[in-house]
Nanobody, 126 residues
Framework: QVQLVESGGGLVQAGGSLRLSCAAS????????MGWFRQAPGKEREFVGA????????YYADSVKGRFTISGDNAKNTVYLQMNSLKPEDTAVYYC???????????????????WGQGTQVTVSS
């Protein structure tokens, strides 16, 4: 069994920064890549960004480009999300996810992810 655990969420004022972390534990596995999603109250879960370990390529939703940065450690199946210039509309529960199997370069598709964390709350006040 693989568990993903997020940390680093909290309350921050608009314009501030937060850094989320996600670490995998449990059985050893090699992930194809890892991603971040978020879900605001009453809304569907949406893609934030992802990293493909091969080549270290990163992908971002348009809404966070230039403000959020994904990095990580492939060997440790650990991924980070640095969030700068936060806005009230960034308020949501943030989830990390891992893809174990290679597949389409379609990182925003939820069903392509094999493992999910429990989420960490990020609240941005105006």
């Amino acid at each position: 069994q693989v568990q993903l655990v997020e940390s680093g969420g909290g309350l921050v004022q608009a314009g501030g920064s937060l850094r989320l972390s996600c670490a995998a534990s449990g059985r050893t596995f090699s992930s194809y890549g890892m991603g971040w999603f978020r879900q605001a109250p009453g809304k569907e879960r949406e893609f934030v960004g992802a990293i493909r370990w091969s080549g270290g390529t990163t992908y971002y939703a348009d809404s966070v480009k230039g403000r959020f940065t994904i990095s990580g450690d492939n060997a440790k199946n650990t991924v980070y999300l640095q969030m700068n210039s936060l806005k009230p509309e960034d308020t949501a529960v943030y989830y990390c996810a891992a893809r174990e199997r290679p597949g389409p370069l379609a990182w925003a598709i939820i069903r392509l992810y094999d493992y999910w964390g429990q989420g960490t709350q990020v609240t941005v006040s105006s």
